[in-house]
């Protein structure tokens, strides 16, 4: 359960531990900025790596691994 402090996860927000990796740098140290970006198919992520904010889409089911950019395939 969450603490009283914390804001409500919502259903499309990716769980904890599942982070999206950067699409510039490949790193898992992202957060969700925003539920929504520049269209309701999008989430904001800000990578704490590389300094660089990006947009995600929204999966109903991860992609297969040979549709994914060579650096993410690992």
């Known amino acids: 359960m969450a603490s009283p402090d914390s804001p409500p996860r919502l259903a499309h927000e990716p769980a904890a ?3 999206v990796r950067c699409p510039f740098c490949g790193s898992r140290q992202t957060q969700l900025e925003a539920a929504f970006g520049t269209t309701h198919a999008y989430s ?3 990578c704490q790596t590389c300094r660089t904010p990006f947009e995600w889409i929204k999966w109903e ?8 950019p060579a650096f993410l395939q690992k």
Request: charged residues 20%.
């Open 17 to 19: 531990g599942s982070l």
């Open 61 to 68: 089911e991860k992609a297969a691994i040979h549709d994914l």
């Open 44 to 46: 904001q992520f800000f």
